[in-house]
């Protein structure tokens, strides 16, 4: 289901009524047409091109979930796609979806017959035809159709809006809406316990969907998460019984609550969770005696481990060697930067789950410690513009003797 306004609807309702014929609506107005594509029966009010159109958007997106989740689509999705309400009658919609599509969202209604223990689903979808709402629905179609249910809200409403953003396969950059960027960054971040509530309503409001799909986007594309992710959506999608989030994920919470707070605090589009996802293999030690150090870092990644754990006050010398780019054929700069800064080596003090501003160590010789902790640094650059750098550098750090 998709909200606009803060109205509340039911979740995933089960109509074991008989379906509208299709005949009775395309004979009822002269300006709703049907249009069939591979896995989509669409009737809209939009004309035929921009029917053409969505119907490729769709396919698209469902050949992308349907190779995600491992499962073709099990059934035609039928699809209601309104773009003027007035150009429809109220009374060949059913009144649950009548009322979403009128305050501007979706809903899909899914009708599931169980025989023993087989199940179909059929779903069908009810959406305004702007804002990625017909894809947003068309996910929940194609999960409740594929696995008989699609999942905890949480779940259910993040996905939706991971497949309603996700145009390639493979790519895993942030292409959500600027205006739910701008929301996300202006309040409070949600911490994992609220996102993942399980006595949450579907169609709250919008603001909580696109707190749903950070975590979502989060957990599908940062390395840390990923791997347990996919299995786990597919056990909520089919009511595996006892495994929740926490079951899953419970031992690495706090991690995860780290990354999500970075993910949030750093969020624009392009932004890619993947390549900033946070090294907590790598050792950390303490420079003793004149041991030096050393680790190689990747322009195109985000914090990356020095392997240097810092102590409060003491002073480090630093040396690097190796060119890196920040664009595409873009000049090739030191760990000093470009006049700017871009290019520039950047650290950061990592201690317990929080970190420190973000210091310059590119352009000088040596550091001071301002604080205990692990050394994490990057290639100064915009967090949405990191996977066009190439090339990486070679840091040498060592303790100064003091004198
Ligand atoms: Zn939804």
Redesign the pocket.
Known sequence: ??PRSAKIFSFLVLLFCSLLSSSALAQERASIGEYRSRNFLLRTDLDKEESAELLNRLETMLDLISRYWGKKNAGLIEIYVFENTANWSSDTIPPQAWDSVTSGG?L?MTQKRTIGRAWQAKAIVYAIADRGTPQ??AV?AYCAQAFGSTGPVWY??GM?EVGKYWQDPKDKSVTCDPYVIEYLKSVERKPLKEIVDLNQF??DSWQNYSWRWTLCHLLGFNENYSQRFKPLGLALMTEVPNVTFWTVYGSMAKEIEFEHKLFVENLCVGYRVDLCSWDWKTKFTPARGSRTVSSKIEASEGWQASRLEVEDGQTYSVSTTGEWTIEADGEQLTAAGDDEGYGRLIGVLFNDYELSEPFDLGSEETFTARGDGQLYVRCQDDWGQLADNEGSISLRLQLMRSE
């Open positions: 289901m998709f979706g899909t947003h629905e929940h259910s409403e939706a579907t169609g």
